[in-house]
């Protein structure tokens, strides 16, 4: 509780500024497209948690976008299959990916890192290879498909503003995976395994199969956002679809509160994260004081800053802690 | 002769919710062989870990060569000569034996370049000394453990050192290691080295010791010279209180067979096929050395390691439920309704009614920064649930029962657990099994790092449970607990069955014997149970008949 306190602190503070700085931040357009942002990393941000929580990571999220973003405007377009057979077919190859990664980390009992290192570029170099390395793209079409990515649901008394769908989809996501992690026998598994994977096991857990369930849903997660994502630009380019997407996702929930430790996340706390990222990259782009070209040594500055504070708090905290029981 | 080479006055050191040292006086002489015994608990470690640096003592002083100092650091012990060497070796195995020696101190080419030729060279006169004879180049790894000690030895004496503190330095140390280890310390000792050597095993205290300090429950219980250094001696000494206390509960008529193990082979002792029988309502002890392959076979037993071959048969359902209650008469007459079973996870040992607690609580038994409650209810949230969801009234009623009925003491049901005391903490991972009810309760150490008191709440809670017909097999170093808690021991030697012996012929000599392979070899009085049970009415243990 106390890191969603402090990360949704971060992100009043993070928008507040920017709001002073810049005229255009609060305008109904700039906060549709930020919400929508947020949502689609979101999205990956919780996949990611869950396959933190178990001590884990995953660094294939971004080649599981490309992957997915492609193939979806090239089955359709391309390859002539029916929307009806797409969405499952990806959804199922991203879920099962997922699962292939949690079978050889916990059958063959390789490490994460290395793992989703290699699908990282195995996923990246196949879709090239499928697609020729041509962007591939809906041309216009799709209209009612694109609307998942696109749509916008006017609000009654809003005017000028409406709501990005991709922000329904992410909250429908979250509630289920908060109620996954936080309330079902599975989730509590998860997080023992997180916290130790040796005493979970010799309570009668069957931790493989936990970590593989949180694999499967990183992927499927990650196979979802890829679709909105692609869904939402219209078309994808191979080469840097989805680049460094995995980051993203991991800052968001070591910014949320998941320990690279294991054990601990929150949902919500997640989902900040990812707002926090999309703030920052937005006021880059927005405050004429920053240049553009150094986002990526602002966000990992804000994400080193978050995470060396909280570990202070934590230490500071466990101290008193140890000082009141002694 | 001056000062003492080394000393200590009035070392006092408290951890949370624990005194594990007062006011404990130690002298070391230069070229002296001191001792340090004790039971599990007594402050020993944490004594040389003082005395080396690693820990800063809350009272006390330390006197090198009769001038008070005062260790910063290990490092800064090591520099005035003062040199531990842990249980566990602290050698980078990966690398060889000259690199290992100079570690933190390497001769270099310029000022950038590590310089091996110098280093094998510079290690070579240190190795003799110690008498290994492998090559500075053999990669430490490759050695057998007993070698890695002597290149653990040698490393300290190249760090100039002139007090050597050896922290049971034999424990997983073959015969012929231990034998030549002795060589070296001896030699060490002739050469002016002062030696503090902790151990377990008396016999080699006997053997080797010029003087021992017997410490319990982190006090100085008393010192014994040359001569004085017998066994019977030193286990009045390091016992120091009523053993009759064990003796309280009643001993349990055995019931069904709960468990039946044929011919299992573990991976850590393939060679050796294991045989025995534990029935319900029992508490069956299991001696043995460090290494003799205790751990492994409960770790086999529950699913955690796969054996290699060998049956393990469970009553047959329906006569399992009935077990607890199983007459006198019943037992053999069901024995025959058995089934096999072959647990490929933990899972599946919880599943048919095994309990296990293993040796270490914090690596394998707890979710240290969890609340209590979550640790106690992990195991019944599967059987408890509500569709898909933990069902968090019946937890909490689960983490509750097992709070009162174990007097678990916790600030609240959710403090965490890495807050409380070991024995708390140990109260907490054999309670999270009592909701399951099991049959078979696995214990591995299950006082380890457990203040008195708390030890023999749990020897009644676990006595308490073989009452209601659990049937329980636990494994233990301590000798007195295995005297006092078994209806019968089982001992192991390297990985096989020595024998086995009834609570009224179970002796710590007999055990002793069985253990250190003595029992046979020695013929002290024909073969295995038989030599064990003639020493033991010979001997007349005191406490058995009490």
């Known amino acids: 509780m106390r890191k969603v306190l402090g990360i949704a602190g971060l992100l009043i503070t993070v928008c507040l500024i920017t709001a002073l700085a810049s005229e255009h931040f609060l305008s109904p357009f700039n906060i549709e497209n930020l919400l929508r942002r947020t949502a689609l990393f979101g999205i990956l941000g919780i996949g990611a948690a869950f396959v933190i929580v178990t001590g884990g990571i995953d660094l294939s999220i971004g080649s599981m976008v490309c992957l997915v973003g492609c193939l979806v405007p090239w089955l359709l377009v391309q390859q002539g299959w029916p929307v009806g057979a797409v969405l499952p077919a990806v959804l199922v190859l991203s879920l099962l990916l997922g699962a292939a990664h949690g079978w050889l980390i916990t059958r063959l009992r390789l490490q994460p890192f290395l793992v989703t290192l290699c699908g990282l570029l195995l996923y990246r170099g196949l879709t090239r290879g499928i697609t020729g390395d041509q962007t591939v793209g809906f041309r216009g079409g799709f209209a009612g498909l694109r609307w998942l990515g696109q749509g916008r649901i006017e609000l009654p008394g809003m005017d000028g503003f409406a709501l990005p769908v991709p922000v329904v989809v992410l909250v429908v996501v979250a509630v289920l995976a908060g109620v996954l992690l936080d309330r079902t026998v599975w989730g509590r598994w998860l997080q023992a395994v997180g916290h130790n994977e040796s005493a979970a096991r010799a309570s009668g857990i069957r931790t493989e199969r936990v970590v593989l369930g949180a694999y499967a849903l990183c992927g499927g997660l990650s196979g979802l956002g890829g679709l909105l994502f692609v869904l939402d630009v219209g078309s994808a380019q191979p080469v840097d679809f989805g680049n460094f997407y995995e980051l993203y996702a991991i800052a968001a929930a070591v910014l949320g509160g998941c320990s690279l430790r294991g054990g601990t996340g929150s949902i919500l706390g997640v989902v900040l994260g990812a707002a926090v990222m999309q703030v920052l990259r937005n006021a880059i782009v927005l405050v004429e004081a920053i240049p553009d070209n150094v986002e990526y040594a602002v966000i990992g500055a804000v994400l080193l800053i978050g995470v060396a504070a909280d570990e202070l708090v934590r230490r500071v905290v466990a101290a008193r802690r140890r000082a009141k029981a002694a | 002769m001056g000062a003492p080479r080394l000393q200590a006055r009035g070392i006092g050191k408290r951890f949370p919710g624990v005194v594990a040292l007062a006011d404990v006086d130690l002298e070391l002489a230069a070229g002296e062989v001191l001792a340090v015994v004790g039971e599990n608990g007594a402050g020993k470690s944490t004594l040389m870990r003082i005395l080396a640096g690693e820990l800063r003592p809350d009272a006390g002083e330390l006197l090198l060569d009769g001038e008070v100092v005062e260790f910063a650091s290990v490092r800064d012990a090591l520099a005035r000569g003062v040199a531990l060497i842990h249980q566990e070796l602290d050698l980078a195995e990966n690398l060889d034996v000259a690199a290992n020696l100079c570690l933190g101190r390497e001769p270099r080419r310029g000022r950038w370049f590590t310089d091996p030729a110098r280093e094998r060279r510079q290690a070579r006169p240190w190795l003799e000394r110690v008498g290994l004879d492998a090559d500075p180049s053999t990669i430490v790894g490759d050695l057998p453990l007993g070698r890695r000690q002597l290149v653990e030895i040698a490393r300290a004496l190249s760090a100039d050192a002139r007090v050597l503190i050896m ?380």
């Open chain 2, 167 to 546: 922290d049971e330095p034999s424990s997983s140390l073959s015969l012929t290691e231990t034998e030549r280890l002795f060589g070296v310390v001896r030699e060490l000792a002739r050469q002016g080295v002062g030696v503090i050597y902790i151990s377990h095993r008396l016999s080699e205290v006997e053997q080797l010791a010029d003087r021992v300090l017997v410490l319990r429950d982190g006090r100085r219980a008393g010192e014994l010279h040359g001569g004085e250094v017998t066994h019977d001696a030193l286990v009045p000494l390091m016992v120091g209180r009523d053993v009759s206390r064990f003796h309280q509960r009643t001993p349990h008529e055995p019931g069904a067979v709960a468990l039946q193990v044929e011919g299992l082979t573990t991976r850590e002792h393939p060679g050796h096929a294991l045989d025995f029988t534990l029935r319900a309502g029992e508490i069956v002890g299991l001696a043995g050395l460090v290494g003799a392959g205790r751990t492994e076979l409960l770790r086999s037993l529950f699913g955690l390691s796969l054996p290699v071959s060998g049956r393990v048969r469970l009553p047959a359902a329906g006569a399992g439920a009935r077990a607890g209650h199983g007459a006198r008469a019943g037992g053999r007459a069901r024995a025959g309704a058995l089934r096999d079973v072959d647990f490929s996870h933990p899972a599946d040992a919880v599943a048919n009614g095994l309990a296990f607690v293993p040796e270490d609580r914090k690596a394998d038994g707890l979710l240290l920064p969890c609340g209590t409650d979550d640790n106690l209810s992990l195991t019944t949230l599967a059987r408890d649930r509500r569709g898909l969801c933990v069902d968090a009234t019946a937890a909490r009623r689960v983490a509750s029962a097992a709070i009162a009925d174990l007097d678990i003491r916790v600030t609240a049901p959710d403090q965490v657990v890495e807050l409380l005391s070991g024995g708390n903490q140990q109260k907490v991972v054999l309670g999270k099994w009592l909701a399951l009810r099991p049959r078979v309760l696995l214990l591995d150490e299950p006082t380890r790092g457990v203040d008195v008191g708390a030890k023999a709440e749990l020897y009644g809670i676990i006595d308490r449970l073989a009452g209601a017909g659990v049937a329980v097999l636990f494994a233990s170093s301590e000798m007195e607990e295995v005297l006092g808690l078994s209806d019968r021991v089982l001992v192991m030697h390297e990985g096989a069955l020595a024998g086995e012996l009834p609570r009224e012929h179970a002796t710590e000599q007999g055990i002793l014997a069985l253990a250190t392979g003595a029992g046979a070899a020695t013929g002290t009085g024909g073969t295995g149970t038989a030599g064990a049970t003639g020493n033991g009415g010979a001997a007349g243990n005191g406490g058995a008949g009490a």
